[in-house]
């Protein structure tokens, strides 16, 4: 089955310390990007990859890194969390970029306390 | 930049109901349109797309057309059933992201 795979679905964690959410896709897609949802501001892009040699910042990249070693993997992480970081977290993928149809993972509620 | 405005909810319909949300953009060039749909507890999924001005985008009763003159893309659906309960997204592509609106949240009575 196509899908992307982010896990953990749920994580709570404390002040400054590292966590990285994982994301996997199966459809052999050059595009991945992260995203975090927050209430009445919709979804934010904060990293996206187009392939695995060109990555770089979306709207809201600052606290957050991600790495692109392999075409299916695209993890995001969290060196030093801080509370405005608890949001609801989505990890995207499609075939070549943004203009396509993107296919969603379920979600990471973060919450950092 | 590119941006979305769309209507705030959260809208309560009863079955059968026509529902419409309406989405207006601003953006450079000549974005695709988008409307991505998420139920309780998953992730977002296409509902439909629109690629060009007067292009109409359709899937499962819903239906939205591309207006360049009006800078919008409203949803409509002729009658809708509990099972369209969810958060409806509108979305503008740039090459590099999709601008996503806040989202509307539907609810759809028996």
């Known amino acids: 089955e196509a899908q992307v795979t982010q896990n953990p679905r749920y994580l709570i964690t404390v002040t400054g310390k590292k966590l990285t959410v994982t994301c996997s896709q199966n459809?052999?897609?050059?595009?991945m990007s992260w995203y975090r949802q927050d209430p009445g501001l919709g979804l934010r892009q904060i990293y996206y990859?187009?392939?695995?040699?060109?990555?770089d910042k979306g709207d809201v990249p600052e606290g957050y890194k991600v790495s692109r070693k392999e075409k299916r993997n695209f993890p995001l992480i969290l060196e030093s969390p801080s509370p405005n970081q608890t949001s609801l977290y989505f990890c995207?993928?499609?075939?070549?970029?943004?203009?396509?149809?993107?296919?969603f993972g379920s979600g990471t509620q973060l919450s950092v306390l | 930049g590119n941006s979305v405005t769309q209507m705030e909810g959260p809208v309560t319909l009863s079955e059968e109901a026509f529902l419409t949300i309406n989405c207006t953009y601003t953006?450079?060039?000549?974005?695709?349109l988008f409307w991505y749909v998420q139920y309780p507890g998953e992730g977002l999924q296409l509902l439909l797309k629109?690629?060009?001005?007067?292009d109409k985008g359709s899937n499962k009763g819903f239906e939205a057309t591309y207006r360049k003159e009006t800078t919008s893309f409203h949803l409509e659906k002729g009658s809708v059933q509990v099972s369209d309960s969810a958060v409806y997204f509108c979305?503008?592509?740039?090459?590099?992201?999709?601008?996503f609106g806040a989202g509307t949240t539907v609810t759809v009575r028996a």
């Open positions: 629109a690629t060009k001005a007067d």
């Open positions: 953006a450079t060039g000549y974005p695709s």
């Open positions: 990859s187009m392939n695995v040699e060109v990555t």
């Open positions: 459809m052999n897609h050059e595009y």
């Open positions: 995207a993928s499609s075939l070549e970029g943004a203009n396509e149809k993107l296919f």
């Open positions: 979305a503008l592509s740039g090459y590099y992201k999709l601008s």
